[in-house]
């Protein structure tokens, strides 16, 4: 009996956690309004890359950002831990992998998933400035 009671009220502790938690961040949310040319870049560790983080951090989770490629920029064959969305904005964000290659303009949208090799660039005379939005911490890892 006097165990039922202890696991009764880890559960109960657990749920209340929960639900405290869940109530923060709900009172956390907010509208939020970034105009991709007004956007305030900061350069990635990446040469070439600059980025507006719009919500999370790419460095510790899921993210979005407005990132910009300059022309010519070249990341070389590579693979990210998960999985990355794209919409391009302006110039072109070039793409290639075992199926083919890509030249994804504005208006246009690429999902890549986690794992998958895969080349990427910016267009050689306008680059590209892109909404990317990751489910998880964003890495480059170079393929073998």
Request: proline share 4%.
């Amino acid at each position: 009996m006097k165990k039922s009671l202890i696991v009764l009220a880890v559960a109960a502790l657990t749920i209340v956690a929960a639900l405290v938690g869940v109530a923060q961040a709900q009172k956390d949310k907010k509208v939020i309004y970034v105009s991709s040319a007004q956007a305030t870049y900061k350069p990635s560790a990446m040469g070439g890359v600059s980025q507006q983080v719009l919500v999370g951090d790419p460095d510790k989770g899921s993210h979005a950002t407005f990132t910009k490629f300059v022309p010519g920029y070249d990341a070389g064959m590579h693979t990210h831990t998960n999985d990355v969305s794209i919409v391009v904005i302006k110039g072109a964000y070039l793409y290639k992998d075992e199926a083919g290659e890509r030249r994804v303009g504005p208006g246009e949208y690429l999902f890549v998933p986690g794992g998958h090799k895969h080349w990427s660039g910016g267009d050689k005379t306008e680059g590209a400035l892109f909404y990317q939005q990751g489910s998880g911490k964003f890495d480059l890892i170079p393929a073998k």
